[in-house]
């Protein structure tokens, strides 16, 4: 117990308790409404597109964030558009983004000259590197994801579980459609070094399906999954740091444990 507290005099390890709290914020809302409107596969080709972005930053020499989040949402917005003006089956349009960005960014990094170190930090996460401007980021998501979710509650819900209902009730329907997958974008990218590239999708599914196990409710799914969010990426960080194993793997692995047991008690 006292290893335990005293790594919170660590600034490394404050900055990792933050972001643990921040991710879990911002992925229990917004993976709710992911999982509820069935739209966890363009979540994915976004996560993927953004790779683009950050081999691209990588060449050029900026900051790989702000790479990844402007491929992240030109490949939501171009997702959306391709399907619902391009008349383009929403898979395939899914898989060209995905394809494309996973594509640029191989290239990108291939050609950008000397090694890149954080390369492998933004593939498969590392909270224990997660940096003071990026706890800002994720502060300033969760802000903008609790106002955004807290003022439009019951639109969003409509067009979560019955779209033509919204629809029919004059909602602008589209027009929420392309600002939750700009959320959704910037989502996936500020919480990329959490569990990276390869495991993000993860963390805006998996609590979701546990908080499932006890709920059908939207309100109390939200608030369970951003409970098992926290607790799964706290214990798989104290699981990777004194088992010294990678921090996202540790945690999405953890996940998986917590699902696991709670749906064999929830079956007896």
Known sequence: MQEL????SYDFFQKA???AILASISCGIVGTYIVSRRIVFISGGITHASFGGIGLAFFLGFSPVLGAVIFAVVAALGIQFFTHKGNLREDSSIAIWWSFGMA??????FITPGYTPNLMS????NILTVSTAEIWMMLSLDLLVV???GLFYRQILYIAFDEEFARAAQLPVTLYNYLLIVIIALTVVFNIRVVGII???SLLTLPQATANLFTRD?????LLSTFFAFVG???GLLISYFADIPSGAAIIFTMIVIFGILRLIRCF
């Open 5 to 8: 507290l005293q790594l919170f």
């Open 122 to 125: 933004f593939l498969f996460g």
């Open 17 to 19: 308790f933050l972001s």
């Open 218 to 222: 939207f309100k109390s799914m939200i």
């Open 233 to 235: 990426t706290m214990s």
């Open 104 to 109: 640029l960014g191989i290239i990108f990094t």
């Open 199 to 201: 495991l993000i999708l």
């Open 147 to 149: 106002l955004f979710f």
